[in-house]
């Protein structure tokens, strides 16, 4: 059984292939179906003086979605999609598939999130979905080469990760857990013991959001160095970036082409990015007129609104301390701030990664961690790290869909995981 995207392999030869049908048409004597088996689509030619009567009988009730078998020749076709075309000489249908939901029709996002099971073979959704993989292979390509070892951080825990608002608590064995809203305080221990290292993951947020940008369950990486301080970690984050955009560019060109994106603006993606910091955001949101007051975490819409006239991704860093993560480090040259980073991409995609310096003091970090009202025992044990040889570090998380969404110029995150969770919706 051969596989379309081994058809150049196969010119002049007979082929045999398995596939679901994505459509057919037919004028008189000359039959054409489009064939996709999971590897890529080919367009087959049913010739009715040279096919069998009841395989010529066929073409007519093959319907979008039900499953065959073709054989046939292997055609250069420049004008196919793909390049090839199969002259059929044998034809059979393997499975039926009557009333397929989803049809060539603009059907309502709704729809569509109910079928997603079936949704995900439409060829936009492929493409999305391609390119995911790629940006995610991408991730741990970049991190191997430059000496990262994976730690994989435990999805159950008892401590929160971030803040307590978004939460999704879980009884266990008479304790209550949480599902990580992040993995990040778990590879900070790992640093010492490796250096280097990061978590890949689901993580999960009891966003009561129904934005085009928040998931429930979001898969995020999170890198951490030792001895990195807020300015190296910067750096580190514009070259991941910009390696990540280089590998969709060069290996899902196709599928960028599917979804119609206009990649001129990400060929310009290489470091560095500029840089401003967030009192100097706040200036220039109230200088166009926006209500943000300095203090207050920036919100999607000023986030939008300042990159409006922008090309290239930002980094908005040393952000206020109440507007961030008690795990944060102060910032000597102002203490009101700590040393993080959010980078914001263009076109309305906003924070792709949040990343900061980490409290390595024991004093500030259980002062802060007492000022968030959260219970230090729980956090006994990421004390300790700064008990016994604390160290500086820094890290940062960045969000696949996010980053994937921004990549390939879809609308809405959801598009960019195979089965969203959001927060009316569990299924399917
Ligand atoms: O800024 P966040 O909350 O940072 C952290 O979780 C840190 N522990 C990371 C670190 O320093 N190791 O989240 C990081 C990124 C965001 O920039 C965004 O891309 C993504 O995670 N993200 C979401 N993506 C989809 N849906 C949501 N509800 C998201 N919340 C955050
Ligand atoms: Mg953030």
Redesign the pocket.
């Known amino acids: 059984m051969a596989e379309i995207r081994e058809l150049s392999e196969h010119v002049g030869a007979t082929v045999t292939l398995r596939g679901w049908v994505e459509g057919t048409r037919g004028h008189g004597k000359v039959a054409f179906l489009v064939l996709r088996d999971g590897t890529g689509v080919v367009q087959c030619v049913v010739v009715k003086s040279q096919v069998q009567e009841d395989e010529w009988a066929l073409h007519g009730v093959l319907t979008p979605e039900c499953l065959v078998r073709v054989s046939g020749e292997v055609k250069v076709d420049a004008r196919a999609p793909g390049g090839f075309e199969i002259g059929v000489s044998a034809l059979a249908l393997l499975a039926p598939s009557e009333e397929y939901p989803i049809q060539p029709k603009e059907h309502g996002v709704d729809f569509l999130l109910d079928h997603r099971h079936l949704w995900l073979r439409s060829s936009q959704q492929r493409a999305g979905l391609r390119v995911r993989a790629e940006v995610e292979q991408a991730v741990h390509d970049f991190l191997y080469r430059g000496g990262f070892v994976r730690i994989d951080s435990p999805i159950l825990t008892g401590a929160v ?2 803040h307590a608002g978004s939460l999704f608590e879980t009884d266990y064995f008479g304790e209550t857990a949480y599902l990580a ?2 993995g ?1 305080l778990y590879i900070e221990a790992a640093c010492p013991a490796f250096r280097r290292v990061y978590c890949f993951g689901p ?1 999960f ?1 009891a ?1 009561k959001s129904k934005t085009r ?4 369950e ?1 898969w ?1 990486v ?1 890198p ?1 160095v030792a001895f990195a301080d807020s300015d190296e970690n910067m750096r580190l984050q514009e070259d991941f970036v910009s390696y990540i955009v280089e590998r969709a560019l060069e290996n899902c060109a196709e599928e960028l082409k599917v979804l119609e994106r206009d990649t001129s603006r990400l060929e310009a993606v290489k470091p560095p990015f500029p840089r401003m910091s967030y009192t100097e955001a706040v200036a220039e949101l109230q200088g166009r007129g926006a209500a943000v007051e300095w203090g207050k975490d920036l919100g999607a819409s000023d986030e939008t609104e300042l990159m409006a006239d922008r090309e290239l991704p930002l980094f908005v860093h040393d952000y206020p301390k109440q507007a961030k ?1 008690f795990y944060m480090k102060e910032n000597p040259a102002d203490p009101r701030t700590v040393l993080c980073n ?2 914001l991409v263009p076109e309305g995609y906003g ?6 310096q980490r409290e390595d003091d024991l004093g500030r970090l259980q002062a802060r961690i007492a000022e968030e009202g959260l219970p230090e025992k729980a956090y006994a044990w990421y004390l300790d790290l700064r008990r016994y040889g604390t160290f500086p570090h820094s ?5 696949i ?3 994937v969404a921004w990549i390939t110029g879809r609308h809405h ?1 959801r598009e960019l995981i195979p089965f969203p969770r959001l927060m009316n919706r569990l299924y399917p």
């Open positions: 990760g971030e809203q992040t990040q993580t947020r966003e940008r928040h998931l429930t979001f995020m999170e951490e993560a959010d980078l924070e792709i990664i949040g990343g900061s890290g940062f998380g960045l969000g869909e996010r980053t995150i």
